[in-house]
């Protein structure tokens, strides 16, 4: 009996640590591909100028919305309903889930596609520029590709195998920038105009698309190989795996004794069990769908709202210049201009969105167990997002000219820039906070929140752009972002009732963030004439490389320190981060963090 139960226990062991193996993965895939995608246009911008840039920062959302509201959702409804089939050991169910949900996406991405085919003339117009409509048709073929894709990858993880999901997001993103880049130095050489080439940029995403969705039909084909009992299709590791977690089928009485769950048929014997094994009632194709499509409804809700804040620039911004005087073509190179700090915010929050895979059930747990270690966790991320945030804000406001000159090759709107890169501290703080309130059970919080920016963003730069430009549309950015902020805030304290200490705690970062800006302002008036004395061959673009990469050293280590000497950071906060013991113990021998300080 202890033997059982020992093995039982290992068992549960090795689920446990497959689980979180792959979440980690999928984590670093996500962190990379979307990494990919961001700095993917700088070279864009490089190669083919702003007014390119701007038609497909301009399209680019647009495909974006459309893309949400076909697919968000259904991953992750696909990988729950496969989930609990798989757990019941109906991978008949799960198949049928799988088609019903590739017939019903196929429908939408289809209906969405000849929206945007069709329709690219009108909604070029209402961008304001002709030249979008070839991008809109570009994109559009994409629609027919990523429906099912999205379903395979639900498909893969229900069964908690994550590989696929995480391999495919590196091929589609890789692909993607390869097909663009290629495509721009072939247009641009061609001597193509701008409509053009930016319909060459976007149509990276549909090979980017069809590259991944080839690379999950092999793994669709590969476990249908092993569903039919090919051994030599396995790893060693999976082997070794199913040896220790799975049973056969003629025992199925026998139950976890700590999870509850019956253990799932060995791989090679799934065949056998569901002949041998309960007959499954087949779910009637229809009646399926529309469980899908009810369950995936709220989580398309509340999905749509960051594209379509992007979207609103992408549709008001143009024409509020257009309107202002500007022609078309001057339009969309001032809306490429505004552009410039948006891949560098979103890289930054980016990093934020992949700590909302942890922070969730972290939160939810915390909830369940005990209500002042849910205050506690909860404040303690809150302020920790907030530190970062400021960080990067204050840091990338600090260097925009050299950023810009180093990645743009011009100082034009600079000062744009830098009322944008405000917007990573109020980014961060709004995907954090979504992922505390899903954690508390306020799934709907989080879209009502980004209503009300939506809301902001449009009344600011309707109120703004006409009078300031492009500068109006960053302040109204900014503003709707800190909405969104502030009502999360409330919302989180409600819930929590978390004691009001954010804002009293705010003045030592501020003063810190304050010196590190002195310090890359420094850097800058006194590096510049160095540097063109001493190199002057690095031209004003390696100069200004130099300088910014010098100022983010710099930047991080004067906020670090001040952090540290001013008390807004403790021990016990540090060991939440990877690796913070051992960097608490380093920052103590330097006797930069008091021994033994905690709160």
């Not at 105009?193 to 980017?208: K, L, M, P, Q, R």
């Amino acid at each position: 009996m202890s033997t059982e139960k020992g093995t039982q226990e290992q068992t549960v062991t090795v689920g446990s640590s497959r689980l979180l193996k792959g979440a980690a993965l999928l984590a670093a895939a996500a962190v990379f591909s979307k990494l990919l995608g961001t700095l993917q246009k700088i070279p864009l911008q490089n190669i083919a100028g702003d007014g390119v840039f701007g038609i497909y920062n301009a399209v680019y959302p647009l495909y974006l919305l459309i893309l949400f509201l076909a697919t968000a959702g259904f991953p992750i409804t696909v990988a729950k309903f496969v989930q609990d089939r798989a757990a019941a050991r109906d991978h008949a169910g799960a198949r049928r889930v799988a088609a019903a949900s590739a017939l019903l996406l196929t429908g939408t991405g289809v209906l969405c596609f000849l929206l945007l085919y069709f329709g690219a003339d009108a909604l070029a117009g209402w961008i304001g520029t002709a030249a979008a409509a070839p991008a809109i048709r570009s994109i559009s073929y994409a629609l027919l590709l990523v429906p099912v894709l999205s379903v395979l990858r639900g498909y893969f993880q229900g069964y908690q195998n994550m590989v696929p999901t995480a391999v495919s997001q590196v091929v589609e993103q890789t692909v993607r920038v390869l097909t663009m880049v290629l495509l721009l130095l072939y247009l641009t050489e061609q001597g193509a105009g701008d409509g053009d080439i930016a319909a060459g940029a976007t149509f990276g995403s549909v090979t980017g698309a069809a590259g991944a969705l080839l690379l999950l039909l092999f793994y669709w084909q590969r476990s249908k190989e092993r569903r039919a009992g090919n051994p030599a299709e396995l790893t060693p590791a999976e082997t070794a795996d199913h040896s220790e977690s799975c049973e056969a089928p003629h025992s199925p009485g026998k139950r976890l004794e700590r999870s509850g769950v019956e253990k799932p048929p060995c791989i090679g014997e799934a065949a056998q069990a569901e002949a041998t094994g309960p007959v499954w009632t087949k779910e009637p194709l229809g009646r399926l769908m529309a469980s899908i499509g009810a369950y995936a409804l709220p989580i398309c809700l509340g999905s749509i709202m960051t594209p379509i804040l992007n979207l609103i620039d992408a549709f008001t911004i143009p024409r509020l210049l257009l309107g202002g005087g500007a022609d078309a073509a001057e339009a969309m190179r001032q809306f490429g201009l505004y552009n410039h700090g948006l891949p560098l915010v979103q890289a930054v929050t980016m990093v934020a969105s992949s700590l909302t895979a942890v922070l969730v059930p972290a939160i939810a747990a915390a909830k369940a167990a005990d209500p002042a270690q849910l205050q506690a966790r909860t404040e303690r991320t809150v302020r920790m997002t907030g530190l970062l945030g400021l960080a990067a804000a204050a840091g990338l406001a600090s260097l925009t000219v050299p950023v810009n000159v180093m990645l743009y090759q011009s100082e034009e709107a600079s000062g744009t820039m830098a009322l944008l890169a405000l917007t990573a501290l109020f980014g961060t703080l709004n995907i954090v906070l979504a992922g505390v309130l899903q954690g508390l059970g306020a799934v709907n919080a989080p879209a009502l929140h980004l209503l009300a920016a939506a809301a902001v963003k449009i009344g600011g730069s309707l109120l703004l752009v006409p009078r300031w430009g492009i500068a109006g549309a960053a302040v109204s950015a900014v503003l709707a972002f800190a909405s969104a902020s502030a009502l999360g805030l409330a919302e989180v304290r409600r819930l929590t009732g978390a004691p009001q200490r954010w804002r009293a705690s705010a003045l030592a970062p501020l003063a810190a963030a304050a010196l590190m800006c002195a310090a890359l302002g420094a850097l800058q008036l006194a590096g510049g004439p160095l540097l063109g004395a001493a190199a002057p061959g690095l031209g004003s673009r390696g100069q200004a490389g130099v300088l910014a990469l010098a100022g983010v050293a710099l930047g991080a280590a004067v906020y670090a320190i001040a952090l540290l000497r001013f008390r807004a950071v403790n021990r016990a906060e540090l060991e939440q981060l990877p690796g913070g013991g051992k960097l608490a113990s380093a920052l103590t021998k330097l006797r930069l963090l008091p021994q033994g300080e905690r709160l």
